[in-house]
Each structure stands twice: as structure tokens, then as C-alpha cells.
């Protein structure tokens, strides 16, 4: 069985500032790893993966997650944030044969002026 | 744009009344997800879909009818609901189901409220 922990509900931070949002997963198996954005009123989209090879991965808009095989781990941070950013963010875990993503209770990042 | 079309945006039911959320991918996938997404809870998955056959259904009470006609359209029948079904549903596509490495594209959901 796959479980998914994001152990911060919320995370209130002044903008510039840098922010870590914490995954950890649990699996019996090999996993994918994704970070998915929920903007307000909109549906939840793509904000970066892992696959596979380089553990760091990186997105258009200056995050980057680092894959942690050893602690299970797969978290997101930004060195510094904009107000933009405000959203909730969910950490996804699929297994590779590719038949259940589980999500995580996500993580609402709130960056204020 | 997404990718992921969902109508109504919003929809304000009775109790009594029978409605139908509908969901479009136009990204050539062929399956399909509906999932619930009610505050403070984690986002609960409710059917799959893959080339049209039902592959899942996550114990969702009978008042909740999905069907899917083609792997472009997905739609959920509602009749009978109760006040606790309030929510923001997403309807979702992939590739297909058993793709792992493929993510989930959501449409901006329904957030339906029973009176």
C-alpha cells in the first residue's frame, strides 16, 4: 500500500522569503513522484515530476523538489517566493505500474507583503 | 486552458432535484477520473475510467452515477444527495490508466452546493 504525508496544512511566509514544503511517502514498490498547484477556483495542474535519474528536478517558475530514496522523501522549495505563488500545493505519488496516484491532504502556502 | 473542460462551474441543487456534471478532455487520453474534493479532507478519488470501461470505484454511494460514452466525455449523474456532498468535484484525464510516469490533467471542477 502507497500513503502520502504532507506534514505542514499550512505554511505563511513573508514574500522573498524561502519556503520547504514537506512530502514523505510510504511504498512497497517503485514510485513516480509528482507536485501538482492549486491556484484559486481552478483545478488542481502539473507543477513538476520525478521519473527518474537526477534526483533534483526543477519547474518553469523556480521550484525544485529533490527525490530522497533513503528518507522517502520528496520536497518542494523555492528560494524565494512571490505573492503569486500563494496557492495549495499537493504531493502525488503514483506506483510504476501506474494503477493508483495517491495525493497528498496538501499544503497551503501563503506568502505575505 | 487545460486541457479539461468541466460544466457547470457551479451548481446549487436541492435535495430532491437530478442534475449532471459533464467533463471534455481534448488531449486524446483515454482515461478519465472523478474526485471530490471537500475542505480540509485529502482529494478523494471516486471512479476511473480507462477506454470506457469502468476500472474503479471507490465505495462512492448510488446517488452518484457516472457514465462515460466515448474517452473524450465523462459525465456524474446526481440525484438524491445530501447536504455532506457539497464539495468541488474535478474531473481529471491521463493517458491511460497503467502509464505511471504520465501526470493527471484536471479541469477547474464544479463546486456544488445541496441546500
Known amino acids: 500500500a502507497q500513503s502520502v504525508t504532507q506534514l505542514d496544512s499550512q505554511v505563511p511566509v513573508f514574500e522573498e522569503a524561502p519556503v520547504e514544503l514537506r512530502c514523505n511517502y510510504s511504498?512497497?514498490?517503485?514510485?513516480?513522484l509528482f507536485w501538482y498547484v492549486q491556484y484559486p477556483n481552478q483545478g488542481l495542474q502539473l507543477l513538476l515530476k520525478?521519473?527518474?535519474?537526477?534526483?533534483l528536478v526543477e519547474s518553469i517558475n523556480g521550484f525544485e523538489a529533490e527525490f530522497n530514496k533513503s528518507q522517502t522523501s520528496f520536497h518542494l522549495r523555492k528560494p524565494s517566493v512571490h505573492i503569486s505563488d500563494t496557492a495549495e500545493y499537493f504531493c502525488?505519488?503514483?506506483?510504476?505500474?501506474?494503477?493508483?496516484?495517491?495525493f497528498g491532504a496538501g499544503t497551503r502556502l501563503f506568502v505575505k507583503a | 486552458e487545460t486541457g479539461v473542460t468541466q460544466t457547470p462551474r457551479h451548481l446549487v441543487m436541492g435535495m430532491t432535484n437530478k442534475k449532471s456534471l459533464k467533463c471534455e478532455q481534448h488531449?486524446?487520453?483515454?482515461?478519465m477520473y472523478w474526485y471530490k474534493q471537500s475542505a480540509k479532507k485529502p482529494l478523494e478519488l471516486m471512479f476511473v475510467?480507462?477506454?470506457?470501461?469502468?476500472?474503479e470505484n471507490n465505495s462512492v454511494p448510488s446517488r452518484f452515477s457516472p457514465e462515460c460514452p466515448n474517452s473524450s466525455h465523462l459525465f456524474l449523474h446526481l440525484h438524491t444527495l445530501q447536504p455532506e456532498d457539497s464539495a468541488l468535484y474535478l474531473c481529471?484525464?491521463?493517458?491511460?490508466?497503467?502509464?505511471?510516469?504520465?501526470?493527471?490533467?484536471f479541469g477547474d471542477g464544479t463546486r456544488l452546493s445541496i441546500l
Open positions: 481529471a484525464s491521463s493517458q491511460e490508466q497503467g502509464i505511471g510516469n504520465q501526470p493527471q490533467h
Open positions: 511504498s512497497s514498490v517503485s514510485v513516480y
Open positions: 520525478y521519473l527518474s535519474g537526477s534526483t
Open positions: 502525488a505519488v503514483t506506483n510504476t505500474g501506474g494503477f493508483k496516484t495517491i
Open positions: 488531449l486524446g487520453h483515454n482515461a
Open positions: 475510467y480507462n477506454f470506457k470501461e469502468q476500472t
